[in-house]
């Protein structure tokens, strides 16, 4: 923190980095800062993508970081934001969360996602503050009554970072639990969408209403972002329009409130027919039989690709009965061909999976059949 304060305050351009990157992806990075105009400054550049996937660094300043945070206000009626923060600042939702701080005048405090998860909870939560976690860190939290008991004194636990499934929510819910469940990206700094806690324990699901800094928008299912928060380009490149269009496909529902299918370039080709991970992993999930899930396509000579459903390497045995019930609903095309379970699970630090390293796990892993369901 008072390292990123000291070059901000140099009008220098400023790069966050992950601490955990490769030796090549830090070289890759490198090159990228160097190879911008030697003239410019004063830009704040936020990481997206590495591990498994290309690094890029997205433009941001004074004037898309302040609109995101008056946006995130404005939508909780928040005049001043504090937060506990447990995700790492070099992440958007980590370093969105001490803007949000430093900009109301709230009180930030950074918090290590081991001490939180073993149960070693800061003895007072702010008046108004946040955390943010993953879907996979909510769900180790319900886990503790001490932790749900700590988890009641916010005044929204924002939930993103992938997809929360259903049965996540409802006994979210039935804890009484305040839950924002959001969408954003680092391209948008972070948050535009949002369903506020009053409106979780009202029943609306998905991602919320678009916060009042951003206008979302779907064309043939793809979701676009328009705002004064939207980046101005991967650096060294530079766009000007506030004009953002995403990779992941979503609908408004009937509530108004967004909702993520997916990803675009998630999609499974398996013999000339597309399938959805998430809308597989939905559906695994509801079997109540996986700690985790995750669903991806492994080279076939016969199908192009076929369907995986990898899970952490448990003692505990599946019982395939309550899991082919749970995807009985589904087209046979769509039900994973075998099942991989993973050894250690691979989760990068914003708790995602990562799922290029969970393709090339599933591809070594026993071929083990799974007999279909009727």
């Known amino acids: 923190m008072a390292s990123v304060s000291g070059a901000v305050a140099g009008a220098r351009n400023v790069f966050?980095?992950?601490p955990s990157w490769t030796a090549k992806e830090r070289s890759d990075a490198r090159a990228i800062a160097v190879d911008g105009d030697a003239g410019e400054s004063g830009w704040l550049m936020i990481p997206t993508g590495g591990s498994g996937g290309e690094i890029k660094f997205a433009r941001h300043d004074g004037s898309t970081l302040s609109s995101a945070v008056e946006g995130f206000?404005?939508?909780f009626a928040m005049e001043r934001v504090s937060a506990i923060s447990v995700l790492p600042l070099h992440h958007v939702s980590g370093f969105m969360a001490w803007m949000r701080c430093a900009l109301t005048g709230g009180s930030f405090e950074a918090c290590s996602w081991k001490d939180i998860e073993a149960g070693r909870l800061p003895a007072a939560v702010p008046e108004r503050c946040c955390i943010s976690l993953v879907p996979t860190q909510l769900q180790r939290l319900m886990g503790s009554r001490a932790s749900v008991a700590w988890l009641r004194n916010f005044s929204a636990i924002l939930v993103g970072g992938g997809p929360a499934w259903a049965e996540l929510l409802e006994v979210a819910a039935g804890l009484g639990l305040p839950l924002a469940p959001s969408y954003g990206a680092t391209e948008t700094a972070a948050m535009v969408a949002a369903v506020t806690p009053e409106q979780f324990l009202g029943g609306m699901r998905g991602s919320g209403m678009a916060l009042p800094h951003a206008r979302i928008t779907t064309a043939?299912?793809?979701?676009?972002?328009?705002?004064?928060?939207?980046?101005?380009?991967?650096?060294?490149?530079?766009?000007?329009?506030?004009?953002?269009?995403?990779?992941?496909?979503?609908?408004?529902?009937?509530?108004?409130?967004l909702r993520i299918l997916g990803r675009r370039d998630d999609v499974i080709v398996t013999g000339g027919k597309k399938v959805s991970p998430g809308e597989v992993e939905t559906a695994l999930r509801a079997s109540g039989q996986f700690e985790d899930v995750a669903v991806v396509g492994v080279p076939d000579i016969e199908w192009g690709f076929v369907v995986v459903a990898c899970h952490p390497a448990t003692a505990t045995v599946l019982s395939m009965d309550e899991v082919h019930a749970a995807l009985?609903?589904?087209?046979?095309?769509?039900?994973?061909?075998?099942f991989a379970a993973i050894s250690p699970w691979p989760r990068n630090a914003q708790g995602k999976i990562d799922r290029a390293a969970l393709t090339r796990l599933a591809g070594f892993s026993p071929r083990q059949p799974i007999r279909q369901a009727p």
Do not use: C, I
């Not at 939207?230 to 979503?250: K, N």
């Not at 009985?328 to 075998?338: C, D, E, N, T, V």
């Open 328 to 338: 009985s609903g589904l087209a046979a095309f769509k039900r994973p061909k075998r």
């Open 220 to 257: 043939e299912g793809m979701v676009r972002v328009d705002g004064p928060s939207v980046f101005r380009g991967y650096f060294p490149s530079f766009q000007a329009e506030r004009t953002w269009e995403t990779e992941d496909l979503g609908e408004f529902g009937p509530d108004g409130s």
């Open 73 to 75: 206000r404005r939508h």
């Open 16 to 18: 966050l980095a992950n």
